[in-house]
């Protein structure tokens, strides 16, 4: 198996820094009806009132990749530390990343090559400016943007609230789903309809000892129609054990250019 993943355009990065994902549980979080009437405020701070409180978490996550003709699994070990750090490692450490606030790293034992970046490339590929933050918000079910900073119109939709907002973009487009029971994220999208971009999410959640975090999380990545798919799926989920997050790039590997 190929555990480099085609490092390039698009897939590759969502690959190394969405590899936290999700995880397939037998109590998936569902029900809950919709008010109609609720104002896009509302909506909004009940979001933020259900932030999963956790300072560590851990746990095994399956990674279904697919890129045209290009299809691939793998399943890696995650820890993480809140605000501070993602580390994932492949079977056997054959691929491993460690991702901070200021630095995405990993490497790959089966092409002796390692990168070490900033998020700048991610950013350039989606036209917005990406940070931990936002990675990390998205691996939990939170808006990637902070939507407490301008407004939006509210409507149902599916059976979730949808959120637009009142003023357009002028680069970039964004929308966010909310399901009812938890006020949190179901989809969210971000595109640039004059460079054939788009990158959506969509979740689906589970309770691990009251935090309400994602269950299976679907990806879906086009650009000029080429379409990246990438499903997450978490198991055996803890949080708050005590770990660490061993990373060095073994000697002599080459350092590659993500193109």
């Not at 379409?227 to 660490?244: H, Q």
Request: overall charge positive; hydrophobic content about 35%.
């Amino acid at each position: 198996m190929n555990l480099h993943i085609n490092i390039s355009k698009i897939a590759a990065t969502l690959v190394l820094l969405f590899t936290l994902g999700a995880c397939k549980s037998t109590k998936s979080i569902t029900g809950g009806e919709v008010n109609s009437r609720l104002s896009a405020k509302n909506i909004i701070n009940a979001h933020y009132s259900n932030q999963p409180q956790f300072k560590t978490l851990r746990g095994r996550v399956k990674i279904d990749y697919a890129n045209g003709d290009d299809s691939q699994g793998v399943n890696v070990s995650l820890r993480m530390e809140k605000d501070k750090v993602i580390w994932m490692s492949a079977p056997l450490g054959v691929v491993k990343a460690h991702i901070t606030p200021n630095k995405v790293s990993f490497y790959n034992k089966l092409q002796n090559e390692y990168f070490d970046g900033d998020f700048s490339y991610l950013s350039d590929l989606l036209g917005t400016e990406l940070d931990f933050e936002k990675v990390q918000n998205l691996l939990l079910g939170n808006a990637v943007l902070d939507l407490r900073k301008e407004k939006f119109n509210s409507e149902v939709y599916n059976g979730n609230y949808q959120l637009k907002p009142r003023k357009a973009r002028e680069l970039f487009k964004i929308l966010f789903q909310l399901e009812p029971k938890n006020f949190k994220i179901a989809a969210q999208e971000i595109s640039q309809p004059e460079n054939a971009r788009q990158l959506m999410a969509k979740y689906t959640y589970q309770n691990i000892s009251g935090n309400i975090l994602p269950d299976e999380v679907k990806i879906t990545a086009e650009e000029a129609g080429d379409l990246t798919t990438i499903d997450l799926s978490f198991r055996n989920v803890e949080l708050n054990k005590p770990m660490n997050f061993p990373y060095k790039v073994p000697k002599g590997y080459d350092k590659i250019t993500l193109k």
